[in-house]
C-alpha cells in the first residue's frame, strides 16, 4: 500500500509570493495534519483536518490555510511568503481525528528568497 | 518554558555502546507520549509509545515517570544504523495534535 505522498518535493519562493503544497493520506484514512519543521528543530503542528473539516489550528499567522477534499486529501497554503517560511512542511495522515498513530509523508522543503 | 524539552545532544557513540534520552514534559495533563526517530532529510517515523509501565521493542526501551513528568529512550548494543535524530513527542487527553521535542542527534560511529 502506498504510504503518504506530497507534492512537490521542493520548492524555492520569492518573498510575497504564495505557494500551495498537496497531501494524500493513506487509503482509508480520514484525517491529516500539517507540520512545519524548521532546520534543528522539532516538527511544529500547523492545523489538523478531519472529514474535511478543520479541527484544529496552531500558532501560525492567518496566511497559512488549509483545506481537505472529498477523497480525504489536503492542501497547505501559505500567503505573502516570508524569509521564516522557509521549512520542510509534513502531512501526517491518521485514521481518524483522535488517532495517536499518525504516518508522515516525506514533505516539502520550501525555500523562500 | 517550551512543552517538551529534550537533552540538547549531540552523541557520538561507538558500536555496541549503550546511549541514554532524556525529555520532560511541562503539561501535566500530557496522557500520551512516544518516541519517533528522523533520519536525516527524511520525514519522522514512530520508534514507540511510552507506557507508564514501561515498555522495551528489542534493543529499546522506554520509560515514563509520571510524577516527574520525564521520558526516557534506552538504545542498548547501539548500530551504526540508530545513527538518527531522536524526537520525544507528547499530547494531551483525545488531542491529535503531536507536541515535538527539539530533537537528539545521535551518531553511531564504527
Known amino acids: 500500500d502506498a504510504g503518504v505522498t506530497q507534492s512537490p518535493t521542493h520548492l524555492i519562493k520569492t518573498r510575497g509570493q504564495h505557494v500551495t503544497l498537496r497531501c494524500s493520506p493513506i487509503s482509508g484514512h480520514k484525517s491529516v495534519s500539517w507540520y512545519q519543521q524548521v532546520l534543528g528543530q522539532g516538527p511544529q503542528f500547523i492545523f489538523q483536518?478531519?472529514?474535511?473539516?478543520?479541527?484544529g489550528r496552531g500558532n501560525f499567522p492567518d496566511r497559512f490555510s488549509a483545506r481537505q477534499f472529498p477523497n480525504y486529501s489536503s492542501e497547505l497554503n501559505v500567503n505573502a511568503l516570508l524569509l521564516g517560511d522557509s521549512a520542510l512542511y509534513l502531512c501526517?495522515?491518521?485514521?481518524?481525528?483522535?488517532?495517536?498513530?499518525?504516518?508522515f509523508g516525506p514533505g516539502t522543503r520550501l525555500t523562500v528568497t | 518554558r517550551k512543552e517538551v524539552e529534550q537533552d540538547p545532544g549531540p552523541f557520538n557513540v561507538p558500536e555496541g555502546a549503550t546511549v541514554a534520552f532524556n525529555c520532560t514534559y511541562s503539561?501535566?495533563?500530557?496522557?500520551?507520549f512516544f518516541w519517533y526517530r528522523q533520519d536525516c532529510r527524511k520525514e519522522p517515523k514512530l520508534l514507540m509509545s511510552?507506557?507508564?509501565s514501561g515498555n522495551e521493542d528489542g534493543r529499546f526501551t522506554a520509560q515514563l515517570n509520571r510524577a516527574s513528568q520525564y521520558i526516557s529512550l534506552l538504545i542498548r548494543d547501539s548500530k551504526l544504523s540508530d545513527s538518527a535524530t531522536y524526537l520525544c513527542v507528547v499530547t494531551r487527553g483525545s488531542n491529535y495534535k503531536l507536541t515535538f521535542g527539539k530533537g537528539t542527534l545521535l551518531t553511531v560511529n564504527p
Open positions: 501526517a495522515s491518521s485514521f481518524w481525528q483522535g488517532a495517536y498513530e499518525q504516518y
Open positions: 483536518y478531519y472529514e474535511k473539516e478543520e479541527r
Open positions: 503539561n501535566s495533563a500530557s496522557q500520551s
Open positions: 511510552v507506557y507508564s
